[in-house]
């Protein structure tokens, strides 16, 4: 694997840590959604994040009323400021463009003009819930977000009117700024701005992150037998809050699986479809006591 050393990504002293795998998007793909930051006036801002590149552009949208929620404000968005900030955001990644968008299902991105639009533009637009998305999905957008929201706060700005021009600034530091994650897949120092601009370190990018998942389903602990009792990570309902997976509390048994994806029943009798393994969590019997299923070390 040309420039990857050994790293956390492919060292695994734990047999469950890790082994989630790593998302590989289509080059050109990025992820939106709206932030708001607070202090004596609100800024609602609408935040595109390359899904590979981590590359982050932020627009200013709307000041929020001091007595209105986020989601009201969101409610008020409508379409033609959305359509504005993305034509944007094209024009300026012209000639890549975007053709990708990946959006959670806000009335100001789901509706017809929103349809004809993105038709009209080649754009492919996902939208989904937060059930529906990925939590790698969702874990990308939300690590670029607390990395903003952290150097805010280091800049003594937290609380305080934050105004597009500081914004910006503080924007373009982090794209110049290493990568640590980027830097490991790659094996050199990586910014998201220089894996942004050259695509031929994306490419390379996704080459070395097909590499690692490889890696991964090689792990005896990646293939999970059928009879194994397992818990299921699952998303936060709040859109509003960060959202982490969560791992629920009901036990599930693996009773089918279809490669990398699982069918489960619950012990009254709930049955779980198409789940994917790395939405699972089980914990392999390690002691003399329970030892390991026979089934784990045998290949499959």
């Given at each position: 694997?040309?420039?990857?050393?050994?790293?956390?990504?492919?060292?695994?002293?734990?047999?469950?840590?890790?082994?989630?795998?790593?998302?590989?998007?289509?080059?050109?793909?990025?992820l939106m959604?709206?932030?708001?930051?607070?202090?004596?006036?609100?800024?609602?801002?609408?935040?595109?994040?390359?899904?590979?590149?981590?590359?982050?552009?932020?627009?200013?949208g709307?000041?929020?009323?001091?007595?209105?929620?986020?989601?009201?404000?969101?409610?008020k968005?409508?379409?033609?400021?959305?359509?504005?900030?993305?034509?944007?955001?094209?024009?300026?990644?012209?000639?890549?463009?975007?053709?990708?968008?990946?959006?959670d299902?806000?009335?100001?991105?789901?509706?017809?003009?929103?349809?004809?639009?993105?038709?009209?533009?080649?754009?492919?637009?996902?939208?989904?819930?937060?059930?529906?998305?990925?939590?790698?999905?969702?874990?990308?957008?939300?690590?670029?977000?607390?990395?903003?929201?952290?150097?805010?706060?280091?800049?003594?700005?937290?609380?305080?009117?934050?105004?597009?021009?500081?914004?910006?600034?503080?924007?373009?530091?982090?794209?110049?700024?290493?990568?640590?994650?980027?830097?490991?897949?790659?094996?050199?120092?990586?910014?998201?701005?220089?894996?942004?601009?050259?695509?031929?370190?994306?490419?390379?990018?996704?080459?070395?992150?097909?590499?690692?998942?490889?890696?991964?389903?090689?792990?005896?602990?990646?293939?999970?037998?059928?009879?194994?009792?397992?818990?299921?990570?699952?998303?936060?309902?709040?859109?509003?809050?960060?959202?982490?997976?969560?791992?629920?509390?009901?036990?599930?048994?693996?009773i089918y699986?279809k490669?990398?994806?699982?069918?489960?029943?619950?012990?009254?009798?709930?049955?779980?479809?198409?789940?994917?393994?790395?939405?699972?969590?089980?914990?392999?019997?390690?002691?003399?006591?329970?030892?390991?299923?026979?089934?784990?070390?045998?290949?499959?």
């Open positions: 694997m040309t420039g990857l050393k050994e790293s956390n990504l492919t060292k695994f002293k734990n047999p469950q840590l890790n082994l989630q795998m790593k998302l590989i998007y289509p080059p050109d793909t990025w959604d709206t932030i708001e930051f607070k202090g004596p006036i609100k800024m609602l801002y609408l935040f595109f994040v390359e899904a590979n590149t981590r590359y982050l552009i932020a627009e200013p709307n000041i929020i009323e001091r007595e209105e929620s986020l989601e009201q404000t969101r409610q968005l409508s379409w033609r400021e959305v359509q504005h900030k993305i034509t944007k955001v094209y024009e300026n990644l012209k000639p890549r463009g975007i053709k990708t968008l990946i959006t299902k806000d009335p100001a991105y789901v509706n017809i003009q929103s349809k004809r639009f993105f038709e009209w533009a080649h754009i492919k637009h996902i939208a989904k819930t937060p059930d529906e998305t990925s939590h790698i999905h969702t874990s990308i957008l939300d690590r670029v977000v607390r990395t903003i929201r952290d150097m805010i706060f280091n800049l003594g700005l937290e609380g305080k009117e934050l105004p597009p021009p500081i914004l910006q600034q503080i924007v373009k530091t982090y794209n110049e700024t290493r990568h640590e994650t980027l830097s490991q897949i790659l094996g050199f120092p990586a910014t998201p701005k220089m894996v942004h601009e050259r695509e031929e370190l994306e490419l390379l990018l996704i080459r070395n992150l097909r590499s690692i998942n490889y890696s991964k389903q090689q792990q005896k602990y990646y293939r999970i037998p059928i009879g194994t009792e397992v818990f299921v990570r699952s998303l936060r309902n709040d859109r509003f809050k960060k959202r982490r997976a969560q791992v629920e509390p009901i036990k599930y048994k693996v699986n490669g990398s994806v699982y069918v489960l029943e619950s012990e009254d009798g709930k049955i779980l479809e198409n789940v994917p393994r790395r939405n699972l969590k089980f914990t392999p019997h390690r002691s003399r006591r329970n030892p390991l299923p026979q089934a784990l070390n045998e290949p499959t």
